[in-house]
């Protein structure tokens, strides 16, 4: 077997089915390979970042590895951005890059880079394969390492004279990824977490997006109605509660809900769960949860104390602490909380719950918001590009499902959310897949509607249309006495008519109550859209805590 046709065998036993990617002269053989390969399918898109990006949705929406592939050189350095961005949300994306021979490595030769060295600061492990004997047990390995405690990517070097080699190689079994090892909570851990549970007053949980990935949205929503929490919720984890439960209070921080940021600044108890207490979650750590103990649930050792002091650490995946911790509380009959907190936190629900309902001309977002989210109900996923539209998006959009909500928190890339929407549909084809875009971010990946086009998938790409790199025009105007510098986007193409140019559904809706019905139409178009929303250009994402500023003191007008 050749090594190229081992790669595949090997990427079929780690259930691969999808793959992004473009070819080039240090991976010809592999797609030569791809040429009889019948199980797999590979969608070709129109720039590498773009394939990382799509494999980081797919892998986001599934739950499963995505897989991106792309020539040595500038198709491998074009994957950086893409691989960054899936390591700093911990998403569980596979790449491989061709590479020139192993002879010639370290020449200089045509389209060598030293990916190694390119990839190391930002996978959670990379490997180049040197012989084909090695290359089935690094493909082994490299998911495993993607998929095992804190997911993250894994880049593999694959030199051309290994793909073009020949052995007798013999491929694993197939794997499934439910059976991989979990880590328990100590029980002396979990016997002072529910001590703490108890003997709290007002206990907030806040979730993150290690609660998605440990699949513990149940055990969450159970322990928040046990205990009589309330759950906030990072940018990862929205969706780990629905957002329409009573006691979830949406994301904190930055452009967090008022309701979430003061119920973290007021409550006794804090209890985060795979989250990284993020400058953008937390603001000044001096004065987050000023009052509260706090308990810091992360399978990753080194996020514990990393970023705010922490009372008890417990190092353990999500799902099974949650469990330990259920089963300690349920021994106690904890009977949840004295109406006391609860009333405050009903009253913060109420009396901060944010209005989406204007009528203006030009569109207000937060009504682009509302439509949109009437139009997906509990089954759409939602992607967003990064900006002010995300920000909107993350604020007033209200998920109900986990995975049904992605975004590119940690590294916030322009560009990231309609390959990552591609990447999204192709991995639940069943469900409508919405990126909430800013017409800046949609630009820097705006060639993949040649890749939706082609293979049909039908993604609406929902433009909030400013004119401007709203969000730092934002930052101008609050903070640097609207003095607005290099934001205008005068020059944009009309979108209506891009789509249209590549064999897409375009359409523009300009009032209030036009965008849903419009939404309707180009999901059922049968084709990729874009609905073209001009916003009010001057609105800004309110309220916020500016950076290192406290939680409880917002700018909110
Ligand atoms: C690749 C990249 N370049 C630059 C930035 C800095 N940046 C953050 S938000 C933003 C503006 C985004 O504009 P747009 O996509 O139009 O969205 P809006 O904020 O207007 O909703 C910029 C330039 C970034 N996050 N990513």
Redesign the pocket.
Known sequence: MTGSRALFEALKAEGVRHIFGIPGGAIIPVYDALYDEHEIVHILTRHEQAAAHAADGYARALGKPGVCMTTSGPGATNLTTGILNAYMDSSPVVAISGQVPTKTLGTDAFQEADMLSVMLPVTKHNFIVHTVEELPATIRLAFRTAMSGRPGPVHIDLPKDVQVSSADLKIPAEITYDKLPKLEPDPEDVRMAVRMMVSAAQPVIYAGGGVIWSGASAELVQLAELLGAPVVTSLMGKGAIPEDHPLSLGMLGMHGRMAANLAVTECDLLVGIGVRFSDRATGDVRHFAPRAKIMHVDIDRVEIGKNVRVDLPVIADAKLFLRAVLAGLRLQAQKGRTSEWLERIERLRRDLSPRMDYDEVPIKPQRAVKEIMEVLGADGIVVT?????QMWAAHFYQVRRPRHFISSGGL????FGFPAAIGAKVARPECDVVNI??????L?NSQEMATAVVNRINVVSCI?N?G?????KQWQDLFYGKRRSAVD?RGSPDFVRLAEAYGGWGDRATRPGEIGPKLREALKSGKPAILDIPIDPEEHVLPMVPAGGRLDEPILT
Request: proline fraction near 0%; glycine fraction near 24%.
């Open positions: 590009e990064v900006g002010q539209c916030g890339t322009m560009g875009a800013g017409d800046g971010s949609f820097m909030f400013n401007y790199l709203g969000m730092v986007l």
